[in-house]
Every structure is written in C-alpha cells, then in structure tokens.
C-alpha cells in the first residue's frame, strides 16, 4: 500500500509568479485537504476536494485554487504569489467528505518566495 | 470559530520520565480529535485518533484522553524516550472543514 506523496519536495519562486503543487492520495482514500503551516505555527486548512469538487475551504484568498483527478490525487495552485506564502504545504487524504475519518499526511512541499 | 490551543508550547524533560501535554477546543461541536507527531521539516505522523463518542484511545506507552464538555484533551506519554524529541500537535474535526490544529507543544527529551 503506498503513503501519500506529494512533488516536489522544494521550491524556490518569486514575488508574482504562479506555482502548482502535486499530491497523489493513499489508495483506496477519495479525499484530499490541503493544509499551509508557516514557521512554527499549526497547519492551518485552505481546502478539501472530495470526488473531484471542492468540499469546504478555509480563510484563503480565490488565488489559492485546486483541482482533484479521477484517479484522486490532487494539484494546489497558487497565483501572485507573495512572501507571506512561504511555508511547508501539506496534503493529507482520507475515506469520506469532511473530517469524520483518520487522515494521513504527506512529508509536505516546501515553498519559498523571494 | 473554533480556536485550538496547546500548553505549554515547549517541553524538556530527562529520559524515563512520564508527561502529559494539554489540548483545549472552544466549541465542543467536533467529530473527532486526533493527535500528530511532527519531526523538524516533516510531514505529520497520525498517533491516535478519539472519537467524540470515545473517551480515550491507547497506543503503546501514548494514551490520550477527551472530555469534549469541558473542551479538553491530553495526551500522556509513559516512560519518554529520546526518540520521542518531536513537536506534537492536536488537531479537531469538524462539520464542514477538514482538521483545526493547535500550535503544537515542542517536547525535548535528554538522555
């Protein structure tokens, strides 16, 4: 059974520029969050996409966007950026819409804006 | 707005000893709590996972408790280890949203 990955694992862009993060689910897992932690603060939750939609999102701006695959991996978009978009970038996946399942998590992407 | 908080933020404590570390939730509307290990620059690692209807949940020298009426939730660790060194982080479930996370408590364990 394979983990949850996600690519790249680091990422260096500039102020303005557009970046895509992956995440490929655990099989047999439907759902992915996507979750942003800056420097010594807990994950903080920017979106779930559950069956290919959006369900649910958190306090983030229409730049951050998303997208799930038929297969349930998952891409995160984010769009001018700026510095304060600097941070690890988590997925996680899980059986079934919301939060009423375990969820396990990816080793995370890290972004740096400059 | 659910609001997450653990104490104390940081924890050092001598190898053998037993500790607990403190998670408090706002709104007692949750689904679940669980509980993450998190290494230096890592991923989150799923310890234990109590659901609302649960009391607690036992893994290895890990217990963790809930009492979802008064908000709260521990987690005991027996017999630390250095290889227990780690931040760890309480996170709630709720109706539509993913998890809520606390700020974590960075523990460190000498030998």
């Known amino acids: 059974e394979t983990g949850v990955t996600q690519s790249p694992t680091h990422l260096i862009k500039t102020r303005g520029q557009q970046v895509t993060l992956r995440c490929s689910s655990q099989?047999?897992?439907?759902?992915v969050s996507w979750y942003q932690q800056a420097l010594g603060q807990g994950p903080q939750f920017i979106f779930q996409?559950?069956?290919?939609?959006?369900?649910g999102r958190g306090n983030f701006p229409p730049r951050f966007s998303g997208l799930q695959f038929p297969n349930y991996s998952s891409e995160l978009n984010v769009n001018a950026l700026e510095l304060d978009d600097s941070a690890l970038y988590l997925c996680a996946s899980s059986i079934g819409q919301g939060a009423g399942g375990s969820q396990y998590f990816g080793p995370g992407t890290r972004l740096t804006v400059l | 707005k659910q609001e997450v908080t653990q104490i104390p933020a940081a924890l050092s404590v001598p190898e053998g000893e037993n500790l607990v570390l403190n998670c408090s939730f706002t709104d007692s509307a949750i689904y679940n709590l669980q509980w993450f290990r998190q290494d230096p620059g890592k991923g989150l690692t799923s310890l234990l996972l109590i659901q609302s209807s649960q009391r607690e949940q036992t893994s290895g020298r890990l217990n963790a408790s809930l009492d979802k009426s008064s908000g709260r939730s521990t987690l005991y660790i027996a017999a630390s280890q250095p290889g227990d060194s780690a931040t760890y982080l309480c996170a709630v479930g709720q109706a539509g949203t993913a998890l809520i996370f606390g700020k974590g408590t960075t523990l460190s364990v000498s030998s």
């Open positions: 099989s047999g897992h439907n759902t």
């Open positions: 996409y559950y069956r290919e939609e959006e369900n």
